[in-house]
């Protein structure tokens, strides 16, 4: 079955870094767009970024354009989502997303704290 297995979150101090890793199995991992989406606390859950199954077109939210970095490994099953330049709005949970025969697969998360 679909497996999705988010890693890497934590906390940061504003302005660094951290670099999640969505592990996927249960599918053929390369035929398939991926998606991070993000939930912070009181919010709806939102779309984060896109990534084509190829990893040669990434697609992202307004405000996460020029800080947020999707990428994938297809040898190992892997995305990324490299975050830059945090913020403390960008705290919330952060989860990796399939959408394959029009049903949605989520990971159970990663949470990203952005505090001083």
């Known amino acids: 079955q679909v497996q999705l297995v988010e890693s890497g979150g934590g906390l940061v101090q504003p302005g660094g870094s951290l670099r999640l890793s969505c592990a996927a199995s249960g599918f053929t991992f390369s035929s398939y767009a991926m998606n991070w989406y993000r939930q912070a606390p009181g919010k709806e859950r939102e779309l984060v970024a896109t990534i084509s199954s190829a990893g040669n077109s990434a697609k992202y939210a307004d405000s996460m354009k020029g800080r947020f970095t999707i990428s994938r490994d297809n040898a190992k099953n892997t995305v990324y989502l490299q975050m830059n330049s945090l913020k403390s709005e960008d705290t919330a949970v952060y989860y990796c997303?399939?959408?394959?025969?029009?049903?949605?697969?989520w990971g159970k998360g990663a949470l990203v704290t952005v505090s001083s």
């Open positions: 997303n399939l959408i394959r025969y029009g049903l949605n697969y």
